[in-house]
């Protein structure tokens, strides 16, 4: 056999680099967790070819109660609510770690396209919010409050585009005339989305994608079989309903033993956990194979390895609505590393599973249009800057709400999918169509049910560091001041609830690149 | 080591109450983007600040949903920019100017973004919704008018800030800055009375106003050597305008630019242009004086007099089936790859709800205008997408010569009546810009 040239050795964990020529196989491979409880499990990947990135995890819950369709993945979020950290590692190195994992794809998931959302999303993993007009498309010549005025180009706002179960709250009422255009229509979500048993028992099943819960996956695959150490995979769960009733709806709401993992019908009579079926958990690994003859010879040619990637560090800070509005500057770390991005937001603690997004959103300032003046009626304002290295990074404070909104975009290169509503909660272009009886928007935050589900609930922020700079020994400072915020909702079953709430919570994350290099079959990470 | 910064820069010629508005005499927007040894990054460059509609002459009332009052909902805060001029600053050569940029974006904009896209971002950054009675909710009766107003952001694309190259602002070497300028269009061109009774609504006073506007953009160092010449190639885009009013429709320009990639256009009856009853910024199908349909039913393109790109006549579904009220498949696609080849297109607004040639939505008649009852504007999905054009090349996009030979339209219509069409014609060309110690050049 002729002598093969390095030049001549394909990279093989370079997806698209690999000539048509080159035989791939893959095999697939079920893998059952080697620890798995209510709260944490453990898969180990066998050290066998290379890890595909896309390979999936299977997850499926016991809804609260199984004979009701009542309960959901929250919208935003869908099965990646379960999730609360998850780490990769190799032997006892962490290679990435991300906390607060469902807040954080909250953010993440805002890239995902309507379509997508609609078409893809909704059925592998429960998230369900794509946006479409509500049109007033029924047959009937009533007027518009009682859902008549016949046209099927005029829409009356923007409704969920998920499935066309709507029931019609005036149905059988002398003015009720026809369903279809009913503006108090409301969405029904429980059957399709997270559902009770079918006739042989079992409930959906979900999964996730390995390249989403650990980034270092996005850029690179793992060449498992040049790695003498375990590699395994992390996933400490959110938390379940302390008690049979802690948390959920049904007059209850919310408090901190909330469940943390569904979103519940109004009024549900029964509700409780809703445990992971352990028995159900399983990754799907996809290991690519190639020749022996190439994989040794890639072995052989790359005894040292590198990658470098990403990783999200979190810093988060209970802050009162005083504080928001008086103007704070915060220090998030990054002293000494190199971060390419941070993006933060705002969460309300008591948000939980009575919102429909539950607390995997981000709160806008608050919007006043109920004001009996018009000329006070207003949107509140966020005002945002950073600085790193004694310099501001934009010369003048950002207020502008669309300009934060570009700013997103600028920092990941992707346009988020977010209606402008949904974002800074300005205008009115969300219908009052609902969702489980609640609203899509609201100007009332007095009780849980009538508090906005989508008006300024994707209020994320990022800002992209563009200079490639090592942040110095001072870290990175947050300028932040909000012009007002709703209440922070308060605990208790009262309605409305008397205690106070414990405020809102800002999470942000840093994105930090960091380097692992592969020695003779072990792994090393450090920060770059 | 790259040192990004971003610049924050406010008009120049903005009034001490930082309010702009065309009804106030303002209606140009004049952004100086200094000399510097920076590179600036064209697709980085955003137009932000404030936009509310007043309903009364002096600013004191917001329009509600009982007033009939509307704007474009697909092109949103773009309606409102009637040309862009961009210039160098140190020699104020002009390197781009795209007249009637408005009714550009309102063929551009179907083109190349979806109806998802309209729900979401471009609802945030350009104040545009895919429904004319959902825009109208949300931007034109702004509850928060009298005190936030509507934040907006907005991208320019043109042939200049669409390119990936950084645009050189140094004054050895560069254009030695640039002079960006937006030209305000009409408020009545801008507003429309969504039931075409302005007068009787009291709407004649009706406006649109900026405030805060600045520009926000990105520079990167350049590390060139100074002095030098160089070149920057750029895809860019040429307004021209014409008026059609009869059953063979001729367009023939001389569009003097050497390596044209696509042509579009788009059409409106002439009366409705700055004609408060009527939105100016639809590009729906060709229609008669009564309402009736006017269909196109062949199309030849020439070049220099003979027949190009296609050596035959594009007969239309309408020549054989007049009653066929969808577009026809070849329009629709000669009309994407004007813009960017067909087969690259990923996202777009053309759907079987608006590419239609009567408007369901409006009543039996088919697009009635003139009488008050409909408009082309009633329609669902943000409206008809009526772009006729043709690409050239979209093979080696190097582009076909017209500098010597002149563009020419053919079209047999069923335009019976006399009612002319306004009809708004953009060449996609690539230029090149030469700068260097002896100035700037652009050459064609």
Known sequence: MSKVQSGQIPDLLKIGSIPVNTA?????????PVVHSDTFCRFVFQNKGI?????????????????QFAHAFPLGVGVYALIDRVALKCGTKTICEIEDFANYYAYKSMFVPNEHNKEREALLNGRAVALRPAYDDGADTA????GGGESDSQAVGLEIDFTNKYSDTNEGTANNIDVRNDLSKDLQLGDQHSGPSDASGAQNGWQVSLSEICPFLKMNQLPLFMIKEQVSLEIHFTKDAGSAIAGLPGGNDGGSSSNMRVIAKPNTSQVGSSPIQTARTRLVADYIFYPQELMEQYRNANKNMSFTYVDYRLSKMSVSPTDLQAGMIRNLGGAGRIVSKVFWGL????HNGTSLLHNYYSQSPLRDYDNGNASLRR????????????NFLYPIDVENQARHFHNIQQTEGLVPFVNRECYSAEGRSLSTRQVWGRPLRSETYTTASSRPQLSGQFNWYAMRLNKNERINSRGIELYFKYSDVPPARKIGIANPPTADGRGYVQRAWLEVIRTATLTDGYIQCYYA | MSSNVNLHITPSNVLSSGKISYKAGNPVIQFIVGEQDRLLLGNSIRVCGKFNIWKNAIGTTIPTSADNLSMDERTGVYATIDQLVIKSQATHQVIEHIRHYNRFMASYLPSTTSQQDGVGHLSETTLSLPNYNIQKLSVVDMEAGHTTKNDFCLHLPCGLFNGTQGIPLSGSGGVGGLLIELHLAPDNNVLYDNKATSVADALTDSYYEFSDVFLACEAVEDVRPPGQTSTFEYNSVSSYFASINSTNAIINFNLGLSRVLGIAMNFLPSFMINNLDYNGMTTGPLTNKDG???NIKQIIFTRGGQKYPYMYNLDLEQQDVPTQLTYDPVFIRNSLDATKSFAKTGRLQATTRTSRLDNPGAGPANFPIGTGTGQLTKTAEGGPTYTLGVGFDSISNQGISFSTESFGLNLITELTSDFPHAC????HAKNTLVFGPGGVQVLN
Do not use: W
């Not at chain 1, 791939?24 to 893998?31: A, R």
């Not at chain 1, 969460?347 to 008591?350: A, C, S």
């Open chain 1, 24 to 32: 791939q196989d893959v095999e697939t491979s079920v893998l059952e």
């Open chain 1, 51 to 67: 890890l595909h990135s896309h390979s999936k995890i299977e997850f499926a819950i016991s809804p609260p109660d199984p004979t």
């Open chain 1, 143 to 146: 007027g518009v409050s009682q």
């Open chain 1, 347 to 350: 969460q309300d603690q008591e």
């Open chain 1, 379 to 390: 949107n509140g304002t966020a005002t945002m800057n950073i600085k790193y290295n004694d």
């Open chain 2, 292 to 294: 009736r349909n006017c």
């Open chain 2, 424 to 427: 708004f014609v953009f060449a």
